[in-house]
């Protein structure tokens, strides 16, 4: 049941956590479809400690506890009533948010250094005492880190970068020649397998569906605005850091697309993805998390992107892989990707493609939701 319950809430567009987006459908008050953002506790009831914040973060912030602690929401929560208050771990909860919040004020000037995973590390009761591990001499990763991070002078620029995987996936010309992408496939999280379509149009329109014995999980996005629907449930938008997830992975899609989606792309020292050696480019935007962007030096091709969604307690990663890559029209295309996250991964794999075939804009059109039944509830 878990298995289905994360790829029904998220698996699509890998933009929401399994038991949050849950919570997110019996918990929020119906939008009054005002334009102006709002905080935590104008969206949900009995918000005590994270009150001010922008209520489109609340449900990240729950899946970034549920990640660092290795539980799900019913550890702090009661199913369909997360307003009360009946468990005592709710209570801890709440504690442990003010305590990290105080630790940060008043020894980092409020800056973000201490998280629930910074103790927690997927265990809901920190380990306290330090444990001896069997090989001698082993240390943590950040421990084995330099002071100074190494010199990028060597490493190629960004636009040398941007070109060379320009070049690998068939050049500018074709890459900029494809305008519309149809892959049908399968979607597979440990031994279960489900029928999945993706329907692109570039710059920026792309809905994932995924088809579940009952009924069908969508994510899409057209340029200006999100949707997520589950089976069973009524369409609902995304949120804007939901939404920038699934722009980019839209703009993502079509590589000719990838410059223009940062403000500045940065050089960082190289890494190794499953043993091969990769250049990483770090991109910025306007007050939104980097993402970082690994190529491989031997064949030029994106293998991997980092992205972060910012919450009030700490940043939730997703990470995607790529490979497989085929020809297709001249262009390179990745048939097969992995997204994980802190409770779970999924890996789609491309059996038919088509490219440049005529797609109407109303196949992205948002569909239109019945009148509210949601309940009103808390985290």
Same mark, same amino acid.
């Given at each position: %049941? ?41 969206? &949900? ?12 973060? !609340?449900?990240?912030? %729950? ?35 003010? %305590? ?151 703009? !993502? ?25 990769? &250049? ?31 919450? *009030? !307690? ?7 892989? &790529?490979?497989? &890559? ?26 038919? %493609?088509?490219?440049?075939? *005529? ?21």
């Amino acid at each position: %049941m878990r298995v289905k319950m994360l790829l029904s809430t998220c698996v699509a567009g890998a933009v929401l956590g399994s038991g949050a987006s849950t919570l997110r459908a019996q918990s929020a008050r119906p939008s009054t479809g005002s334009a102006a953002p709002r905080t935590t506790e104008q969206v &949900y009831k009995n918000i005590q400690v994270l009150k001010g914040f922008p209520s489109e973060q !609340l449900v990240p912030a %729950m899946q970034f506890v549920a990640a660092s602690l290795g539980v799900q929401c019913d550890f702090c929560h009661l199913e369909n009533a997360f307003e009360k208050d009946d468990k005592e771990t709710k209570q801890t909860a709440r504690k442990m948010m003010g %305590m990290m919040f105080a630790i940060n004020k008043d020894n980092f000037d409020g800056q973000q250094k201490v998280t629930c995973y910074a103790c927690h590390r997927g265990a809901h009761k920190p380990v306290i005492t330090p444990t001896i591990g069997e090989e001698e001499g082993k240390l943590v990763a950040e421990e084995k880190m330099p002071p100074d991070e190494p010199n990028a002078a060597s490493l190629p620029s960004a636009d040398q970068i941007l070109g060379r995987y320009l070049q690998a996936v068939g050049g500018v010309d074709a890459a900029s020649g494809i305008s519309t992408r149809i892959q049908k496939g399968t979607l597979i999280v440990g031994s279960e397998r489900f029928l999945i379509e993706v329907v692109a149009k570039a710059p920026d329109k792309r809905v994932t569906t995924v088809h579940f014995p009952g009924g069908d999980s969508v994510t899409g996005i057209n340029g200006e605005e999100g949707w997520l629907s589950t089976p069973g449930r009524a369409a609902h938008d995304m949120g804007p850091s939901e939404a920038d997830a699934a722009r980019m992975d839209a703009a !993502l899609f079509l590589p000719a697309s990838l410059k223009r989606l940062f403000k500045e792309l940065r050089v960082e020292p190289q890494e190794q993805i499953s043993g091969q050696e990769a &250049y990483v480019l770090a991109g910025t935007r306007d007050n939104l998390p980097p993402v970082h962007l690994y190529f491989d030096q031997q064949s030029g091709l994106l293998v991997r992107v980092l992205r972060f969604v910012e919450t *009030p !307690l700490g940043r939730n990663p997703t990470l995607i892989d &790529y490979a497989d &890559y085929r020809d297709q029209g001249g262009v390179k295309t990745p048939f097969r990707w992995t997204i994980a996250r802190p409770n779970g991964r999924f890996t789609v794999e491309i059996e038919q %493609m088509q490219q440049n075939v *005529p797609i109407k804009d109303d196949r992205f059109a948002k569909p239109s939701a019945p009148a509210s039944r949601q309940e009103p509830g808390d985290m």
